[in-house]
């Protein structure tokens, strides 16, 4: 049997998959509407007053760097835009949906998440710099890029535990998932409930061919794969804490995070992305 059958097979027996927030749905849907009302984007949003608190919490933050608070969500939603408002949304809820099992399970959370941050940040700069548009996009596909790994913990977890015995020996993390997980790793288990909270074809792209990059099929988010691609290396680089994709990986070269980067200007990034990864985790409560 193919292995993207089986994956399919095995995450269909599981009952209690997660879903997103009804909030992050009900946007989700609201953002596909031809014409689209802000005030009742914050009307959607409002509904779920932990999420609304963060939002207007982040969107206050040094990150968005607006220099005069915005005092409700409409006027943030005005300012900032849909599209940042509905990934900031996203981002939140797909945290929340893990956020309840931070200190339990095979691993460090924390790291993970510290892991998954600075490859955001690191991809909205490398967006910035290549002058790509929408780098809001980019910042939520490096959230989100590794979820598989979550899901594999936590609903395959005996198999987590003995892929995390067996990965000393493997050379990269997706050899040891493809061995113990027979022949899937944490981007397919990724890949398939990213499609299944409907978080679009770009971001289900990056969340598949975030190690294989040249493998992505489709044109339209080639540059989001490959930003994400190099923001994945560049933030093992920085090696925040002991990441679990870490493990025997090569130092990362220069040309791996483009060669359309300057590589002053690529230091520089990682500079920022060291500086920074630590704060902009805590804004998006994940650390502490
Ligand atoms: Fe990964
Ligand atoms: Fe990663």
Redesign the pocket.
């Given at each position: 049997m193919p292995a993207k059958k089986r994956i399919c097979e095995k995450l269909d027996k599981i009952e209690n998959l997660p879903t997103l927030s009804i909030v992050a749905r009900q946007l989700q849907h609201l953002m596909n509407q031809p014409k689209v009302n802000m005030a009742s984007i914050a009307v959607v949003v409002a509904r779920d007053q932990a999420i609304a608190t963060q939002v207007l919490k982040l969107a206050n933050s040094a990150f968005y760097g607006y220099p005069n608070k915005f005092k409700s969500l409409l006027q943030a939603i005005v300012v900032l835009g849909l599209n940042v408002i509905k990934n900031i949304v996203t981002g939140l809820s797909i945290i929340r949906v893990f956020q309840d099992s931070l200190d339990t399970f095979s691993f460090d959370r924390r790291q993970f998440w510290l892991h998954s941050i600075g490859c955001a940040l690191g991809a909205k700069l490398l967006a910035q710099e290549l002058k790509y548009e929408n780098d809001e996009d980019y910042f939520l596909a490096g959230l989100v890029?590794?979820i598989?790994?979550l899901i594999i913990d936590q609903f395959m977890h005996p198999e987590f535990a003995k892929l995390l015995d067996y990965k000393q020996d493997a050379k990269e993390?997706?050899d040891a998932e493809k061995t113990v997980l027979g022949g899937m790793c944490?981007?397919d288990v990724?890949a398939y409930i990213a499609k299944k909270w409907g978080l679009g074809e770009n971001i289900v792209d990056v969340i598949q061919y975030?190690?294989e990059p040249e493998q992505c099929p489709r044109e339209e988010s080639k540059d989001l794969v490959r930003v994400i691609s190099a923001a994945?290396i560049l933030s093992v680089k920085i090696r925040v804490g002991n990441y679990i994709?870490n493990f025997n990986s090569p130092t990362p070269r220069m040309k791996d995070t483009g060669e359309l980067v300057d590589p002053k200007k690529l230091e520089e990034i990682f500079l920022e992305v060291e500086r920074e990864v630590k704060t902009l985790a805590m804004e998006w409560g994940i650390y502490d």
């Open positions: 890029h590794d598989g790994i993390y997706c944490h981007c990724g975030h190690h994945n994709e």
